[in-house]
């Protein structure tokens, strides 16, 4: 069964940048679109961007401009450049298929904008 690895989140203050990565234990997701997700507290969980298989991008209005979504096929990675980070974008990331996630979630990677 096929696993996702979220990783490089942190606490990071407003105005700031992170970088995360997902990984997929099978190379099944250069097949298929993929997404970040996020979910905040008491929140539902909200799509964020997406990459087609082709490479195209789709983001977010919340966070167009922000963020950019890229793929490395070969790493079977898929990434989420974040910029100018604030208090609204604080919560757990998680990546998936798009728009069926059809992975088993992972555990996700906490990003958390605070000074």
């Known amino acids: 069964q096929v696993q996702l690895v979220e990783s490089g989140g942190g606490l990071v203050q407003p105005g700031g940048s992170l970088r995360l990565s997902c990984v997929a234990s099978?190379?099944?997701?250069?097949?298929?679109?993929m997404g970040w997700y996020r979910q905040a507290p008491g929140k539902q969980r909200e799509l964020v961007a997406t990459?087609?298989?082709?490479?195209?991008?789709n983001y977010a209005d919340s966070v167009k401009g922000r963020f950019t979504i890229s793929r490395d096929d070969a790493k079977n990675t898929v990434y989420l450049q974040m910029n100018s980070l604030n208090s609204e974008d604080t919560a757990v990331y998680y990546c998936?298929?798009?728009?069926?996630?059809?992975?088993?979630w992972g555990l996700g990677t906490q990003v958390t904008v605070s000074s």
């Open positions: 998936n298929t798009y728009p069926s996630n059809l992975l088993v």
């Open positions: 099978g190379s099944i997701f250069r097949f298929y679109a």
């Open positions: 990459i087609a298989s082709g490479g195209s991008t």
